[in-house]
């Protein structure tokens, strides 16, 4: 890939952050999502690439735009790489004014994303310290104390993000019992994920069972980041175990290591605050300027960027809300 891409790439989530955080707080989660979508999708058709959405919005028939198998980019005689995209990772937190919505998105060398379906998957995720030491197969304990270990700090001292799901209440149990603090998340488990290799942000360990689709976006930000990430597929049905096997997978509850979530050496992940996080800044509005808080990071070269873009939406007026 080339490297002017992962500037490229931070004007896309910056588009679909500044057209959905007009809807923080409105009770409008499909208008935020809606919002986001097509101003991702317009500024992609700008992007010095030829790709292919792998991870997006759903199949042809279910989505009007970033479906899986639509062509993104410039196109012929550019870099051919896999896409996967979120367009707004939490509409319900968007939708609630809530923290850690995030406009995220994620780059490989064409082929070595793996095209994860919808349903759910098993996580654990961890920073670089604690990569390599934990095991989504180990009992909690174990996996708090590995990673207290590698960080240096004592079991009470670690913090782990776990969405608030009825079926995480034995996994809360045991990582309480274990002494560990945990944060309960509404939704956004990609910025959870993430979360966990950035010290300043207090987040040592991701669990819990959450979106496939998100697990390969997180995993491709944690193989920038340095970090750890297994997952494992959680079909609900045999149809769903069905499409597991159609991939390859003779078995569905095989473990997904990071090098089977994002294969090869190169990589690049994007995202941009929506609402505010410990991580990001969401989007601020001061009449006709707008300012987006940004991460953008490459596998390669492990280099990481902040941005904080100022924006004129008297100029990009499309990226405005109309009511």
Excluded at 97 to 116: C, E, I, P, Q, S
Aim: net charge negative.
């Amino acid at each position: 890939m080339e490297r002017s891409l992962t500037l490229e790439l931070v004007r896309v989530t910056e588009g679909a952050a500044l057209a959905s955080a007009r809807w923080m707080g409105r009770g409008k989660k499909e208008e935020a999502d809606d919002a986001a979508t097509k101003a991702m999708r317009a500024v992609f058709d700008t992007v010095p690439m030829d790709g292919t959405v792998v991870i997006g919005e759903g199949e042809m028939d279910e989505a009007p735009m970033l479906y899986i198998g639509e062509k993104l980019g410039q196109g012929t005689g550019c870099p051919q790489v896999d896409v996967a995209v979120d367009p707004l990772e939490g509409t319900n937190i968007v939708a609630k004014g809530m923290w850690n919505a995030l406009t995220v998105l994620a780059v490989a060398d064409k082929g070595n994303l793996l095209h994860a379906p919808d349903m759910y998957m098993e996580k654990i995720a961890v920073g670089p310290k604690a990569a390599g030491k934990v095991d989504i197969d180990a009992p909690v304990i174990d996996n708090l104390r590995a990673v207290a270990k590698a960080n240096g700090k004592d079991v009470s001292d670690l913090v782990a993000v776990i969405m608030d799901r009825e079926r995480h209440a034995k996994l809360i149990h045991e990582v309480r019992e274990a002494g560990a603090r945990i944060k309960l998340i509404s939704d956004g488990d990609v910025a959870g994920a993430i979360n966990s290799a950035f010290e300043h942000t207090g987040v040592d360990i991701l669990f819990g069972i959450g979106g496939a689709p998100e697990g390969v976006i997180a995993a491709v930000a944690l193989k920038c980041l340095g970090g750890d990430f297994q997952g494992r597929l959680v079909p609900q049905n045999e149809q769903e175990t069905e499409r597991c096997k159609k991939m390859g997978m003779s078995d569905p509850r095989q473990i997904l290591r990071l090098e089977d979530l994002v294969k090869g050496d190169d990589a690049i992940f994007a995202a941009t605050g929506v609402t505010d996080g410990e991580l990001l800044k969401g989007v601020r509005y001061a009449g006709t300027t707008a300012t987006t808080h940004s991460v953008v990071m490459r596998a390669r070269t492990g280099t990481i960027r902040f941005i904080e873009g100022q924006h004129r939406l008297d100029i990009k007026p499309h990226f405005v809300m109309k009511d």
